[in-house]
């Protein structure tokens, strides 16, 4: 959520806060190269669109989907950190 409160948080960490308003999804990612990056970017917009494809595995063999961001992002790029505004947006 752009709140006042999340883009003044996001500044403090050295972004720069888009013009937002507080029903907007915000999402920052800090990588370590532009691949990376573009990487993340085509995760976060599968996920948002629900096309991901699932990377887990349930006990039946059948893939799970991922059932957070966080969760889909640790599971496919491990040089891709992800910044969260408060606990209730991780989990």
């Known amino acids: 959520m752009a709140t006042g409160l999340n883009l003044e948080m996001l500044a403090d960490m050295g972004f720069d806060p888009p013009a937002a308003a507080p029903n907007d999804m915000l999402v920052a990612l800090v990588t370590t190269d532009e691949a990376a990056l573009a990487q993340a970017l085509d ?21 799970v989907p991922p059932r957070t961001t966080f969760t889909a992002v ?14 209730c947006c991780r989990w």
């Open 43 to 63: 995760v976060l917009e599968a996920e948002l669109a629900g096309t991901a494809t699932p990377s887990g595995s349930a006990r039946t063999g059948e893939e």
């Open 74 to 87: 640790r599971r496919t790029m491990s040089d891709v950190s992800v910044y969260w505004c408060c606990r």
